[in-house]
């Protein structure tokens, strides 16, 4: 064994979110945040407490979450990844771990994020999606759908998406790309934005597939919108469609993003 | 409650395996042939004997697997898939249901199968795929693996690719279709033919992966091929990457799959 070392690290990692409560711990039901200190304080002994730049809900899967922490151990940080790894199980990756500024922080820290949402838009269920994608037999006229997204893209109160049990001091966020194409039989949402409140995403996408439905005009849509009507926008999206799909910290490869 | 009627029916259905014991019926284990007879046990109370036309391993997948059975039921046809489907897990779905004449059998009626096998070819895992694709970090050259592939096609001996345990008579087949290409980070194998002894695609996967990581020279794969020496090929691929796409019955739409 080395000497201890205290080290800042950042970690990007990706889950299945299919059997977690969520990412951040909480009383009741295992969590992704509670697996990964499990088994960082299993592979160094030390008690650790992660930040995660996104709490995503259960069911939601990431390819790309953030999580910074402060770690005493000997294991020096290129063998930290493969180190960790075993200690997981197989629905958690870490995909990489870098020393950071003591002041980095995953959350606070992020200059924005990337998310997608998968729809399966056919008559029959695939098995195989039915974690990854959600489900949506009724036909979606994209045309629509995308000129609803385009209303949503700049800087807005985005109050008619936000969940009640936010926590977010000000509903005010900036989208950079609210987009949706059809590949195959499925429809594939991507978001591009400066912050994300609760439910936001799958509010928007509930929303969007209910104007592609035919169940809201385009101006009803924008009156929800504009008047940050929770009241009136369409259901929450399953779970199971979104994935956090990256966070950025560099001003510049945020700009570059999906652009 | 009508009258009971004696249906002969050809069925189409899709699963996961990640969670079974595979196709057949077994002592120790849930399989999808159980599930199924449960199913329609618990709908129609007739005790039910159903014939799949490939007996896929453990965490081999499907999406157009083909059952056939006789049942006592008041039932229509028309209104048996939604029916079934409510007595089934949501990692099996019922694709379609149609009566047939009582001579046909879904394995001994058919013509040929598709299957597709997936690899994730790149250095780190993905926890979403981790069920449905094999993980091969080792770079995989595809210009050999695809000369392996064009050896294979025809009518041949496939003995070096047959799992001990298969209950074949013959070892000979007919591969009409042996492919492989990049998607992005996966390599995407499909494979038709007009039978496939026990683990032959995962076998064949296995010893092309070979010749795609210069492990083997692709003179080295026609020598194991020609003598059918088992003891030399490659290891089996694993089950999670291979699904079932397609069964065939109708001799016309068998040439024009894949071609």
Chains 1, 2 share one sequence.
Do not use: W
């Amino acid at each position: 064994m080395g000497a201890l070392n205290n080290l800042f690290l950042k970690m990007t990692v990706a889950y299945d979110g299919s059997c977690y409560h969520g990412f951040q711990r909480q009383p009741n039901g295992m969590t992704v945040q509670q697996k990964l200190e499990e088994g960082l304080a299993e592979l160094t002994g030390d008690c650790v407490n992660i930040a995660g730049a996104a709490r995503t809900d259960a069911g939601v899967h990431a390819l790309g979450q953030v999580v910074s922490f402060q770690l005493r151990t000997s294991i020096p940080v290129d063998r930290m990844v493969p180190a960790l790894q075993g200690k997981l199980p197989c629905d958690i990756v870490v995909r990489d771990a870098v020393e950071v500024d003591e002041a980095f922080h995953a959350r606070f820290s992020s200059v924005g994020k990337t998310y997608f949402y998968r729809v399966l838009n056919r008559e029959i269920a695939d098995p195989l999606r039915r974690n990854y994608a959600c489900h949506i037999r009724r036909e979606l006229d994209l045309h629509p759908m995308q000129e609803a997204l385009d209303m949503l893209v700049g800087e807005h109160d985005f109050g008619a998406f936000q969940a009640a049990g936010g926590s977010a001091r000000s509903p005010v966020r900036r989208l950079d790309l609210a987009h949706c194409k059809r590949m195959d039989n499925e429809i594939r949402f991507v978001f591009k934005g400066n912050g994300f409140l609760y439910h936001m995403v799958r509010n928007i996408v509930g929303t969007v597939m209910s104007v592609g439905s035919r169940e809201k005009t385009l101006k009803e849509f924008q009156k929800i919108f504009l008047d940050r009507d929770r009241t009136k926008a369409g259901n929450t999206a399953p779970a199971q469609g979104l994935c956090l799909q990256e966070v950025f910290y560099d001003q510049r490869q945020y700009d570059q993003a999906c652009s």
